[in-house]
């Protein structure tokens, strides 16, 4: 649910991330940070069946973080605030600089010749 005045903000915003918090959701967003689609696009694009996609394209539209139109026979959604694809992007850079991490301790623990490592019987076996 949107912002509403006397709203606690935090719960605003945990609502704002619960309707970010599906992978489908997140997958019409990274879409609409490219250019507006129409919901037969965005079925195309992401595999899911047109039903399902206009439900999560509701959850969007209710967070207030997609808008949609009719054109014609069709309905063209796109974001209703381009901030949300820099939010997309931060997200991005935060998972890339975690796997980094994590692939850094790996090839640190892979190469560690101590005690324990000299221990590990399953070691030798991966």
Do not use: W, Y
């Not at 509403?4 to 970010?20: H, M, Q, S, W, Y």
């Not at 026979?73 to 901030?83: E, G, Y």
């Amino acid at each position: 649910m949107p912002f509403t005045p006397g709203r606690p903000l935090a719960e605003a915003k945990a609502d704002l991330f619960k309707a970010l918090g599906h992978p489908a959701r997140v997958r019409v967003l990274e879409l609409l940070a490219e250019r507006e689609h129409t919901v037969g696009e965005l079925a195309e694009a992401t595999g899911l069946e047109l039903s399902h996609l206009s439900q999560q394209v509701a959850v969007l539209r209710r967070a207030g973080v997609v808008d949609s139109r009719r054109v014609r026979s069709n309905v063209v959604c796109a974001l209703s605030d381009p901030q949300t694809a820099e939010l997309l992007a931060v997200a991005r850079r935060m998972l890339t600089t975690r796997l980094r991490s994590d692939q850094a301790l790996l090839a640190e623990l892979d190469g560690a010749d101590d005690a324990v490592a000299l221990a590990d019987a399953t070691r030798d076996r991966a």
